[in-house]
């Protein structure tokens, strides 16, 4: 049996499930912005800067992420065809910065409604982006013969965290 006979053909992510997580990873945003405050802890003007201060550090985050990555910029977890491998700027920090930016972001949307609903939607949103980065890797693996370095090095969502090994 030949070596390309026994390779296994490279993962491809169904388009649809692909746009059910970005969906998903929007209504989450979106209810961190609009549940109902809670109590779990006392709102005044320093949790209202500290939220603040997350939710823009998340998206000047996502504004640099999204630079950086320029043409290859897409919602879905499945990479572009004619897309390129970016490993500098951010993304020599994490793999998916954007998707740490969307949980920064959401962190201060959490700290601003103090609520348990707020707590649970940042807890399915980092479900939901801990999804679409493992299925993004997979792809990008097949896709970029220097991923595995790369991911070796650079942490997934956190600086130093996550790095695969091989």
Avoid: C, N
Wanted: aromatic share 8%; net charge positive.
């Amino acid at each position: 049996m030949s070596d390309s006979a026994a390779s296994t053909p490279p993962f491809r992510l169904h388009p649809a499930a692909a746009w059910a997580l970005v969906g998903a990873q929007f209504v989450f945003l979106l209810l961190l912005g609009f549940l109902p405050w809670g109590s779990l802890w006392q709102r005044g003007a320093g949790t209202l800067v500290l939220g603040l201060v997350l939710v823009a550090l998340g998206v000047g985050i996502a504004i640099a992420a999204g630079a950086g990555l320029g043409r290859t910029l897409t919602p879905s977890p499945i990479p572009k065809a004619d897309g390129v491998l970016v490993t500098t700027g951010v993304f020599g920090l994490v793999r998916h910065p954007i998707y740490s930016a969307l949980l920064v972001l959401g962190l201060g949307l959490v700290v601003i409604g103090a609520s348990v609903l707020h707590l649970i939607a940042w807890v399915a949103l980092l479900s939901v982006l801990m999804a679409k980065a493992r299925f993004e890797e997979r792809m990008l693996a097949d896709q970029y013969p220097d991923y595995a370095a790369y991911a070796a090095r650079v942490g997934r969502l956190v600086p130093g965290l996550g790095r695969i090994r091989h």
